[in-house]
Nanobody, 121 residues
């Protein structure tokens, strides 16, 4: 599965950004982020059918993941952004199309190129 992520940028705290990831097939999808010097962490995910979503506690109520199965696109709407949301955001695909949402990076088999999100205080 090939993935193409887009939508990162620079925003002030409290602002919003929307990330998109286009996949070459219909798969479970996850968003992860990695800040400098830190491990890659799960942000949000949706299973292949769109029936289940999961969020990291740190983004619940602020981020929304959604998928459009017509064009194999998953978006991450990020509102009320905080400086600690800064990092490189990656989308990942679960081509096995499991019913659950995967939250561990090693469980995903394909990764997008990453898009930088910078939130200033």
């Amino acid at each position: 599965v090939q993935l193409q992520a887009s939508g990162g940028g620079f925003v002030q705290a409290g602002g919003s950004l929307r990330l998109s990831c286009v996949a070459s097939g219909r798969t479970g999808m996850g968003w992860f982020r990695q800040a400098p010097g830190k491990a890659r962490e799960f942000v949000a995910g949706v299973n292949w059918s769109g029936s289940r979503t999961e969020y990291a506690d740190s983004v619940k109520g602020r981020f929304t993941i959604a998928r459009n199965n017509a064009n194999n696109t998953v978006t991450l709407q990020m509102n009320s952004l905080k400086p600690e949301d800064t990092g490189v955001y990656y989308c990942a695909a679960d081509s096995l199309r499991r019913s659950v949402v995967l939250t561990v990076p090693s469980q995903y088999d394909s990764w997008g190129q990453g898009t930088l999100v910078t939130v200033s205080s």
